[in-house]
């Protein structure tokens, strides 16, 4: 009896414990929802996008994916920005921008009266803070995760990551509030388009200092980033940073009332992260999200049934089929690559396999860009010609080893492996015997096929940064790769000289005739470009899909009605 | 007892050592690797090879380890590659939405599945029981991934009358105290947020109790009906005591020694359903650090979550050991 008597003694302590302590926690707990500004409840309301992945960090200097940057979009601004919906050039927090010194010294002209989300103000010497900052970052941690700067810029004051080659960036000078003038050591041909490239966004000097941005710290594998970069991010865009919880899957995003420009419609932007493509199109049509990125085409009509809108960007990438010549000498024989071009039918894949609006390729630049010409050699679906080019070069018994990446979804290649698949199909078709490998795209594929080079044929492919042809052929041919394992310096050349040139017109003939020559020496096949959409609820007003997926949401509203 | 608590606790030092070298030396025997994935489409192998050097990954295994085991000693288990947070910050933050579901779906299998099992077996042979031994063997060969993304189309999709994923509508503006959605909107009196976050849990948690609750429900079944043939109980029947104190006191007590070494190790795997039911419900938990960890080869944070999934498993095996001395007496005296 006694023994029943003492433990009922210490259960009734326990609960009494228990009870103090949830009274105890619950009296520290204040609900935080008073005061926050932009509740759901106003006017402009809140819109919910469902993005794909998670964002890195937000300090853009050290990012380079779509994902991150959508976010820093909204927060920060860039001195030259893009028309909306086009890969043209158009004024961001500079209104002018003019060459000088044959290329090497950029004058911006700075829009007056702009301040970041902090109040202090924007102006030349700001400007001048963050080009000095990129330049001098120290530690090769820091510098290694700005992939975007290495680019561009080439390297550091003092190079202690990655890059070796001395910076492009030599000096910044604020002639006044308004006039930031910048000297470079040499000429490069992605000016002016690359100052539009998100990475480059300016953020406060003030915050930047106050932050201590530049300490990112390589720690057990890993790089760990500071207080800026992922709790303070300040720049002078349409919405101001209000908090990130990863446990939750959002970032979520607040009005600034102070902005520059036509202020945001939307009280609220709040970034919800569904890594599933599935997870997202459910998300939508439950009402849980107002809009997201890479729908599936196969959703397309199911989507639109039910009162959905399906916006596709304007085309910006392109699906390749990379061939290896040093892995196999017959593809050495400039006949064996015209004889895959003429097996592959491109446009039954792009109507197959690809979304909407995808189209079968001749060359490797998107027409909107400066050296996209119709004047490149052209070959038409033929199997017949390319069995007969096959026989000429003696290669009937050909057998191919094709690498193609699975465990991923680009927007140039929704589903690797039925692309694949039917590629490797045509193939057959002309004779040509074709071993598929699949390899996990972050397992042993860019291991095997850029840096080992053991294919003879893979799947690959590219979507542009911005609206220069550099970053597109030039990242490809520009110089021998394990990848293609061709050495042209006819081909090296001709990009080199283009990307040296200023002149617009001048740049533009230059990469027209490497684009020429590119189609007749067939380093790769061009495939697909397809446009990748965004999905969005009939709600969903003002949102401009773009090429360069640099959308603003500044112009976006909800129509509750 | 506690003597005997604490020589379980040292065994588990030695299996946790083992175990990270095996996670260690595993991790980086795969192909590609953190650099890789970081690079992501700006990837050459210059920068990689570079990148290696700067994260030291080009530097002996054995000296990895050893740098890692120094740093893991003193609670350090380094920063996520992905993210470059903290990996005990990140898990912290998983933590919680992962035991809030597991616990509601260990909750929803228990107490469901204990008075199943014991209906079934008391019904032996009738219809009851033949439904509830097919219904069982349906909930262990349905993959969890598979049931959720069912429960998801006809209640999210068609029926519309639950959300599809996530632990809480985001435009509800909850605020966070503790991590578990359903208390923190208790303790800040925004109960329309616990409303909300109850309303997510339904589905997720329905999709990962399935197979505990088949297990629960399998065993406590057939050790009742074991239980139903002991000496005793007809010993109890043949003293005259009650129907209703030989079930309680009797059956129910000694049929639940093996049902709660089961609880324990269903405990234990849910990790693993989780990682699937995460997935399917966009769940932002241990399961989804796990897989985006794996998909992007983030070592710190596999390492970190491996062990501390391996650590639970160790702490639930204690507990049942523990469970047992308390349920069966004869088990403290030896």
Same mark, same amino acid.
């Given at each position: 009896m006694l023994h029943t008597g003492k433990k009922r003694v210490r259960r009734v302590a326990l609960i009494g414990l228990a009870g103090a302590l949830v009274l105890s926690i619950s009296a520290c #707990?204040?609900?935080?929802?008073?005061?926050? &500004?932009?509740?759901?409840?106003? #006017?402009g309301g809140t819109l919910v996008f469902g993005a794909a992945g998670k964002p890195?960090? !937000?300090?853009?200097?050290f990012n380079d994916d779509g994902e991150s940057f959508r976010i820093h979009r909204q927060i920060f601004d860039t001195l030259i920005t893009y028309k909306p919906g086009t890969a043209e050039l158009a004024p961001g927090l500079a209104t002018e921008w003019t060459p000088s010194n044959g290329g090497k010294t950029w004058t911006f002209k700075l829009r007056d009266g702009v301040k970041f989300h902090d109040g202090t103000d924007f102006n030349a010497e700001a400007v001048c803070f963050n080009f000095d900052r990129w330049v001098n970052m120290k530690g090769a941690a820091a510098q290694s995760q700005m992939i975007y700067y290495g680019d561009v810029f080439?390297?550091?004051?003092?190079?202690?990551?990655d890059a070796t080659g001395d910076p492009l960036y030599k000096s910044c000078e604020a002639?006044?509030?308004?006039t930031a003038v910048v000297n470079f050591n040499k000429v490069k041909g992605a000016f002016p388009d690359a100052f539009?490239?998100?990475?480059?966004s300016i953020s406060s000097p003030t915050a930047l200092k106050k932050h201590n941005a530049d300490e990112v710290k390589q720690t057990g594998g890993a790089f760990a980033y500071s207080d800026y970069a992922n709790k303070f991010p300040t720049g002078t865009g349409p919405f101001k940073f209000e908090s990130y919880k990863p446990a939750n899957n959002t970032v979520t995003l607040v009005r600034n009332?102070? /902005?520059?420009?036509?202020?945001?419609?939307?009280?609220k932007l709040v970034f919800k992260i569904v890594e599933d493509e599935n997870a997202r199109k459910q998300e939508l049509q439950s009402g849980q999200i107002h809009a997201y990125d890479f729908p599936n085409a196969a959703d397309y009509d199911s989507l639109e049934e039910n009162g959905n809108k399906i916006m596709p960007r304007s085309v910006f990438n392109i699906l390749y089929l990379g061939i290896n010549q040093k892995n196999n000498p017959?593809?050495?024989d400039i006949r064996v690559r015209q004889a895959i071009q003429h097996a592959i039918n491109k446009d039954q894949l792009a109507k197959n396999?690809?979304?909407?609006g995808a189209s079968g390729r001749?060359? !490797?630049?998107?027409?909107?860009?400066? &050296? /996209?010409?119709?004047d490149v050699k052209k070959f038409p679906y033929n199997p017949q010609k390319a069995r007969q080019l096959l026989q000429a070069a003696g290669a009937t018994n050909l057998t191919l080893k094709f690498y193609v990446p699975s465990e991923v979804t680009r927007p140039y290649m929704p589903n690797p492996q039925e692309i694949g698949g039917a590629i490797a199909d045509d193939l057959k078709k002309v004779g040509i015997k074709v071993q598929t490998v699949p390899r996990s795209w972050n397992g042993g594929f860019k291991d095997d096929v850029?840096?080992?080079?053991?294919?003879d044929i893979h799947l690959l492919g590219w979507t542009g940064d /911005?609206?220069? #042809?550099g970053n597109f052929i030039g990242t490809f041919f520009g110089r021998q790769k394990a990848e293609f394992g061709f050495n042209e310096p006819e081909i090296f050349s001709a990009l080199s000289k283009a990307d040296a040139t200023v002149d617009d017109a001048q740049q533009k003939a230059a990469y027209e005739d490497a684009s020429k020559k590119i189609a007749e020496y067939i380093p790769a096949v061009p495939l697909t470009s397809s446009p990748p959409a965004i999905a969005a609820s009939?709600?969903?007003?003002?949102l401009v899909p773009s090429?360069?997926?640099?959308?603003? !949401?500044?112009?976006v509203s909800l129509d509750e009605s | 007892m506690l003597r005997f608590v604490a020589r379980r606790l040292l065994q588990a030092i030695p299996t946790l050592i083992i175990l990270s070298i095996l996670i260690f030396a595993w991790l980086r025997s795969l192909p590609g690797g953190p650099a890789q994935a970081l690079l992501?489409?700006?990837?050459t192998p210059e920068k990689e090879a570079q990148l290696n050097a700067t994260l030291g990954f080009d530097q002996p295994i054995w000296l990895q380890y050893l740098k890692f085991l120094g740093r893991a000693i003193t609670g350090d288990f380094g920063?996520?590659? @992905?993210?470059?947070? $903290?990996v005990l910050q990140e898990i912290g933050q998983g933590f919680a939405a992962t035991i809030e579901l597991s616990f509601f779906a260990i909750v929803i299998a228990i107490v469901l599945g204990i008075p199943l099992g014991y209906l079934a077996a008391r019904f032996h042979g009738r219809l009851l029981d033949n439904l509830t031994v097919i219904g069982t063997l349906v909930g262990v060969a349905v993959p969890v991934f598979f049931l959720g993304a069912l429960l998801k189309f006809v209640?999210?999709?068609?029926?519309?009358?639950?959300? $599809?994923?996530?632990?809480?509508? @985001?435009?509800?503006?909850a605020t966070t105290v503790t991590g578990f959605a359903t208390v923190d909107g208790l303790l800040t009196r925004e109960f329309d947020a616990t409303w909300d976050a109850l309303l997510h849990l339904i589905l997720p948690s329905i999709a990962l109790a399935s197979i505990p609750m088949a297990v629960i429900v399998r065993i406590t079944r057939a050790s009742v009906l074991d239980v139903l043939d002991e000496d005793f109980v007809r010993t109890a029947e043949s003293k005259g005591l009650t129907t209703q104190v030989i079930r309680r006191r009797h059956v129910l007590r000694n049929a639940l020694l093996p049902v709660s070494t089961t609880i324990g190790l269903q405990t234990g795997l849910l990790l693993a359903g989780a990682v699937l039911t995460e997935k399917v419900f966009n769940w932002g938990g241990l399961g989804s650090l796990l897989a985006e960890g794996i998909e992007r080869k983030d070592y710190p944070r596999l390492q970190a979550l491996i062990l501390l999934a391996a650590s639970v498993y160790v702490l639930v095996n204690l507990l049942v050991d523990v469970s047992y001395a308390i349920i069966d007496p004869r088990v403290r005296v030896s």
């Open positions: #707990a204040e609900s935080e929802r008073e005061g926050d &500004g932009a509740g759901g409840g106003q #006017a890195k960090n !937000f300090d853009p200097i080439e390297g550091f004051r003092k190079n202690e990551g002639k006044d509030n308004t539009g490239l998100t990475s480059l009332d102070d /902005y520059w420009g036509d202020k945001a419609k939307l009280d017959k593809l050495r396999k690809l979304p909407r001749d060359q !490797f630049l998107p027409e909107d860009v400066d &050296g /996209y010409t119709k850029q840096k080992l080079g053991k294919q /911005y609206g220069d #042809a009939s709600k969903v007003k003002g090429p360069l997926t640099d959308e603003r !949401f500044v112009t | 992501g489409d700006k990837w920063n996520s590659s @992905v993210s470059g947070l $903290p209640f999210a999709d068609e029926l519309g009358i639950l959300p $599809p994923s996530g632990r809480q509508d @985001v435009t509800i503006n």
